[in-house]
């Protein structure tokens, strides 16, 4: 439910607490910062149980603690930094959260077929999609009749439902809670040797260099919201509009995928998915410039139709980043290896968020100036293609395969 509250934070950071892009960028990815650590999560769980569970109680503490963050900012915060360290706190723990669902997931695509891998990750993006579009729909209709304070206190209730939801997982309790110091330490050396196999090490890589490119922020937020002639002046409800087209693309996206993409090799999905969504981003520079209008196309319908198709292109190239992490995971170790894949993934993310933000304020583009803001789409665009000159560091086959032969040089 994170579009519900997300477009409430854009507002709150912009209006109430006065911050210009560059610094709600930089904040924003700092707060995605405990999604970096997702290794820690998952090794704890499958290291240390807590009453003869791996996953249930950390689902439960990891809801808990995001809920109890969104009280905190709808009652407290007044400025930027403390809301910083509060949406930190929340975004620690729906990670720990998502880790337990992931290694749920991961357990259950063990042994199956990548086909099979690809269908229950389908399936269960797709959910998410559902869930981001519904989020979406609300987001921007109720900043038009509540507060975005209280859009905070409603945001806190969503994380908290994940503690009863915690119990109808259906994960077996253990004989024992002990942490066996023989069984940690061969699962420490496991991971090592494990990542270090280049048949993982490079595709690894290849994920963080992939999300690691400058990215434009919250840069778009305040031009979407400003009034003309700085930007093109959308409403709130409409902006909770583009979110839910988005939504809605998402999971056709992710359809498209399921149907008829998932038994493709990754490389060239990751290669031509990359290229489109470049160039589609580069097509934002008409809206930017205003060509749309002397096509008399409507900012509006520009902004839905480009964002529908970007969608659908960006998830055909997230969701063979998703299986494929799925794929590389040891039995055993299900929550740990697929959170540091996809830790690394998310920290690709935090320093091309932070190399945006720093390419914003080097270019000056502030709430009340966008002059350049152009030149801030084009750059960060441009830069997503270099990665793919290690293009071939993703594996032809099926990683599982290569993987599997791997594993057993090892033993």
């Avoid at 403390?82 to 723990?93: D, I, K, L, W």
Wanted: charged content about 10%; glycine content about 8%; overall charge neutral.
């Amino acid at each position: 439910m994170g579009g519900l509250s997300s477009l409430a934070l854009s507002y709150f950071y912009k209006s109430t607490l006065k911050a210009d892009p560059a610094l709600l960028s930089s904040i924003s990815s700092i707060s995605a910062l405990p999604w970096t650590c997702k290794p820690i999560y998952g090794f704890l769980s499958d290291a240390y149980p807590l009453l003869g569970f791996r996953r249930r109680p950390y689902l439960a503490l990891g809801g808990a603690a995001a809920a109890l963050s969104w009280i905190y900012m709808a009652t407290y915060v007044n400025d930027p930094w403390t809301g910083g360290v509060c949406m930190t706190f929340g975004s620690a723990g729906m990670a720990v959260a998502n880790v337990m669902a992931e290694a749920i997931l991961v357990e259950r695509s063990q042994g199956e077929t990548q086909e099979f891998a690809s269908h229950l990750q389908s399936v269960v993006w797709g959910a998410a999609s559902v869930g981001s579009l519904i989020s979406s729909f609300l987001g921007g209709y109720l900043l038009e009749i509540m507060s975005d304070r209280q859009v905070f206190l409603l945001s806190a209730v969503f994380p908290l439902t994940l503690v009863p939801l915690s119990l109808l997982s259906p994960e077996k309790r253990r004989e024992s809670d002990k942490l066996d110091p023989s069984d940690l330490s061969n699962k420490v050396r496991a991971l090592y040797l494990t990542l270090m196999m280049p048949e993982i090490l490079y595709p690894t890589l290849f994920i963080f260099m992939l999300n690691a490119t400058p990215s434009t922020g919250s840069a778009w937020f305040y031009f979407y919201s400003s009034k003309p002639p700085l930007g093109v002046g959308f409403s709130a409800e409409f902006l909770g509009t583009i979110n839910v087209v988005g939504s809605i693309f998402n999971l056709a996206g992710v359809i498209l995928f399921q149907s008829f993409l998932r038994t493709l090799p990754f490389r060239p999905l990751l290669l031509w998915g990359t290229i489109v969504s470049s160039v589609l981003g580069l097509s934002n520079l008409v809206l930017v410039f205003h060509v749309n209008r002397q096509w008399n196309i409507p900012d509006e319908w520009f902004c839905l139709g480009e964002g529908a198709v970007q969608a659908v292109v960006g998830w055909i190239s997230t969701m063979p980043i998703i299986v494929l992490a799925s794929r590389l995971c040891p039995e055993g170790m299900e929550a740990t290896m697929y959170a540091l894949i996809m830790s690394i993934n998310n920290l690709g993310g935090v320093l091309g968020s932070q190399l945006g933000a720093l390419i914003t304020m080097w270019l000056g583009v502030s709430s009340s100036n966008l002059d350049h803001f152009w030149l801030l789409v084009t750059i960060c665009n441009v830069s997503s293609l270099v990665p793919l000159v290690f293009i071939n560091w993703i594996p032809a086959g099926d990683p599982q395969l290569v993987r599997n032969r791997g594993m057993e040089s090892l033993t």
